[in-house]
Nanobody, 123 residues
Framework: VVLDESGGGLVQPGGSLRLSCASP????????KGWFRQAPGTEREFVAG????????FYADSVKGRFTISRDNAENTVTLQMNSLKPEDTAVYYC?????????????????WGHGTQVTVSS
């Protein structure tokens, strides 16, 4: 199963972007979903996660208060709303899914991944 991200692009500092992730061909409505990102020369890092019901969300400290993760199980999508973007948010953003429950923030715990979408924050 490969997830499909969209919504990346170039935005000025302070701007907003909305990323979406779908899982064509397979329903993953009972999976915890997450977003990770990887900047050039760095390791992939956790950004945000959401439980399969959508009732619990969890965030990296670096994005808390600026990013919001949500999901629509009827549409089989998960969204990352990114506000007040900073140049240090520049990275390739990946959507991921796991059968594990709870606060799942380790890359190794996720089963399915997308190919990533580029987000560039620059003036």
């Amino acid at each position: 199963v490969v997830l499909d991200e969209s919504g990346g692009g170039l935005v000025q500092p302070g701007g907003s972007l909305r990323l979406s992730c779908a899982s064509p061909g397979r329903t993953l409505s009972d999976y915890t979903k997450g977003w990770f990102r990887q900047a050039p020369g760095t390791e992939r890092e956790f950004v945000a996660g959401i439980s399969w019901t959508g009732s619990s969300t969890f965030y990296a400290d670096s994005v808390k208060g600026r990013f919001t993760i949500s999901r629509d199980n009827a549409e089989n999508t998960v969204t990352l709303q990114m506000n007040s973007l900073k140049p240090e948010d520049t990275a390739v953003y990946y959507c991921a899914a796991t059968k594990r429950a709870g606060w799942v923030s380790r890359e190794i715990d996720y089963d399915y991944w997308g190919h990533g979408t580029q987000v560039t924050v620059s003036s």
